[in-house]
């Protein structure tokens, strides 16, 4: 049976690689906001909403394969809106893209800083044995970002290599925190529901699974072997909803809301709170999760964003890196923004734009495609209009909380 299993892994080694590119372009800094906000609707409502926005974004990531594969030649996001739905596509989706990406590697350097420092100080005796500079968070985003920055600059073939191995060691902690969590979590804490904020959760995690950029980067692993192509969209999107509701059920129903309300804002963090509430060794391994999935999460969107600076604009390589990685640098440096606003403004604009723009660019595929894709889904009239509805709506919602 173990042979059986080496040699199944060995024929799909590409297939498991996109597989995990998408899982970890998926889970990033948006599982640690997920917890929180799902705990302020309970857990009924908020797993309900997961699920929902878990199976629009599978349709919309089945949606832009089918998109890639019908386009000859490789595009970034911004690429294929250009060919389906003109130049003003391409400009609404470069400006998705750039915000998305831009303000999810900044939430990811906050978020990392403030999670090794709290990993440090969870293992007795190792913040003694460093510099007092060593225990700043900002001293460790910077360090994050420059082993983060050398990895992407050596392209997607070293980042499947490097997800593969993450997201595998990614999914055994989760388990071990469940496992830890189980026999401390309250049935009260997970009984407890406000219909009132059902919406409150919406921008988080519709942030939680932005991973479209992670798309492009799938079909050049799987340039050999397309075939499995929507397989691994599938697993890639469906790993990220059990992983959510997994951890929603182990954090909330060991912390609880009140004891979220109680902390300080900065400490609603997910990992932050099972440090305070289950100890030191549950929260070392609740950190080294989440260090895990932001690290993932960095490599596959930096690396997009310069595949759309070279392949879409001609902008040269050493340049796209260059434009890539200073701007989240510059908003660490300059304490622009904080690691929540981040996650659910950056969420519910950048992931809505993207939705329309990959619904409508979907439609126009069908009709306008170069190539016979290797999987095809059907025209779905209603799904997208349904999509595009239920964004619209989250938008308009997200700027009357922001204004009103």
């Not at 909803?241 to 954090?251: G, M, R, W």
């Amino acid at each position: 049976m173990a042979n059986n299993c080496v040699s199944w892994c060995k024929e799909n080694s590409k297939m498991l690689k996109a597989t995990a590119v998408l899982t970890g372009t998926v889970i990033g800094a948006g599982i640690l906001g997920i917890p929180y906000v799902v705990a302020k609707t309970g857990m009924l409502y908020g797993s309900a909403i997961i699920i929902i926005i878990g199976i629009v974004f599978l349709f919309l990531n089945l949606f832009l394969a089918e998109i890639s594969l019908r386009t000859k030649g490789d595009h970034q996001l911004s690429g294929y809106m250009e060919k389906y739905l003109g130049r003003y596509g391409k400009i609404a989706m470069t400006f998705s893209m750039m915000v998305g990406i831009y303000g999810a590697l900044t939430a990811y350097l906050i978020g990392e800083g403030e999670s090794i420092k709290a990993l440090i100080m969870q293992i007795p005796g190792l913040s003694s044995l460093l510099p007092g500079i060593f225990l700043e968070p900002i001293t460790l985003s910077i360090i994050f970002f420059v082993i983060c920055t050398i990895i992407v600059s050596m392209g997607v073939e070293e980042m499947g290599k490097a997800e593969l191995v993450v997201v595998g060691f990614m999914l055994l902690v989760l388990l071990l925190i469940s496992a830890f969590s189980i026999p401390k979590i309250q049935s009260s804490f997970l009984t407890y529901s406000n219909a009132k904020e059902i919406l409150f959760p919406l921008g988080v995690i519709i942030f939680a699974f932005i991973g479209s950029a992670g798309i492009p980067e799938m079909k050049e692993i799987l340039k050999k072997d397309k075939k499995k192509f929507k397989t691994a969209v599938i697993i890639g999107t469906i790993t990220p909803i059990a992983l959510y509701l997994f951890f929603c059920l182990a954090v909330i129903g060991t912390v609880g809301i009140a004891n979220f309300e109680n902390l300080a804002a900065n400490e609603r963090i997910a990992t932050i709170a099972l440090g305070y509430y289950i100890g030191p060794i549950m929260g070392a391994f609740a950190n080294i999760l989440a260090i895990l999935a932001m690290f993932t999460s960095f490599i596959t969107l930096g690396v997009a964003l310069v595949e759309m600076y070279n392949y879409d604009y001609h902008i040269p390589r050493s340049w796209s890196i260059i434009l890539t990685v200073s701007v989240p640098l510059f908003a660490l440096l300059f304490n622009l923004t904080t690691f929540i606003s981040a996650l659910a403004i950056t969420g519910i604009f950048a992931g809505g734009i993207d939705g329309i723009l990959i619904v409508l660019a979907y439609w126009k595929a069908k009709l306008l495609g170069k190539r016979k894709p290797e999987f095809t889904m059907g025209k779905h009239k209603f799904v997208g209009y349904t999509i595009i509805s239920l964004f619209l709506f989250g938008m308009i919602h997200q700027l009357y909380y922001l204004f009103f």
